[in-house]
């Protein structure tokens, strides 16, 4: 049986200083976001029945640390579809009466951790050979290239527009600090046709969230943000049919999010897409119906991601401007705008919010899990 839209709600969001974290230990960055959440919600560590931990060392997580007894204690782990896989998750548990109030944290460090080792940065980790996201991605952005004729110019456009998001969010690592095409084309190129720019910035940080009934939401401190919609898609479809760099399976996920949540593409007013790499974002317009097949590129030079566009895109500067957290980032912008707290970025009227996530090979590269979570107020 589906769940009924609106019947669940996020009413708690903590979420720690972005960037780099060299002197905090990840447990430390969990628990920093934790509290935030907990205090953002008015409540206590004991009404907490449910626990979801999405990072990519489980190793990290200590109940008694944290001080919480709850009834279950999950990890997940989908890449960038993490966030929304856990909300998923929490839902599914608290729809089969297992919990009442589940907390969702994405946490770590992987700048301080690659700063201490020598390494690189998410998506140019392992670029030799195509064992990393950002080559794998690159054969997104050829192909879209080769049919469609999308340009260069149109991939850097899509990293300007957010850096010009996140030069008005304090909270964003790329805060004062805006870009133009000129320096799109000055950044190294890292596996063709995708540059430094296309890339998704690396930070050490932490969220927390936390999930329960409407009924219980309202009456709580922080605003509730209703789940309205929910859905997921895998790509490994599209090995099978040879259709592999087509896309990003986004109609499955698409079809019953929209259909929970009673929506078409005309009724979203904000997009907060995960955005591992700037042809991402053209995909995914393209796949969620907001612009036609091919015309991705187009539509971004044109202005329609904007702050006043056809449809405000990573108003928080998303991953490539703003932070990085596997899908949490995308997620909390959702909830910021929903909530009225998104500062200059503001979308006045926003009602209804659409939120993705895609990440984690099924054995093979480009094979990602997505998903969808519409949210409302």
Known sequence: MAIESGKYAIVGLGITKQGKLPDYTTRQV?????????????????????????HQDPSVVDLR???????????????????SATVMAACGAMEAGLAETVLLVGAHRPWSTRAQIGGHGYGIAQAWGLVSPVASHAFHASRHMGVYGTTPDQLGTVAVVQREHACKRPDAIEYGNPITLEDYYNSPMICAPLRRLDCTRDTDGGVAMIVTTAERARNLKSKPVFIRGLGVGHNIRRWHDKSLYNGLDCATAKESAFRMAGITTADVDVFQCYDAFSINVIMQLEGYGFCNEGEGGPFVMGGDTRLDGRI??????????????????????????????????????????????????????????????VLGK
């Not at 640390?65 to 966030?83: D, I, V």
């Not at 009227?349 to 969808?372: F, P």
Request: proline residues 2%; negative net charge.
């Open 30 to 54: 969990v628990a920093w976001a934790v509290k935030e959440a907990l205090d953002d919600a008015g409540l206590e560590r004991k009404d907490i029945d449910g626990y979801i931990y999405g």
């Open 65 to 83: 640390y944290l001080g919480l007894t709850p009834k279950f204690s999950w990890y997940m782990q989908t890449g960038g579809a993490t966030a």
């Open 312 to 373: 405000p895109t990573n108003t928080g500067g998303g991953q490539l401007s703003g932070w990085y957290v596997m899908g949490y980032t995308a997620l909390s912008e959702g909830l910021f705008q929903m909530r009225g707290q998104a500062g200059e970025t503001q979308v006045k009227d926003a009602e209804i919010a659409l939120v993705t996530g895609h990440g984690a090979n099924a054995g093979v590269q480009n094979t990602w899990a997505h998903g969808c979570v």
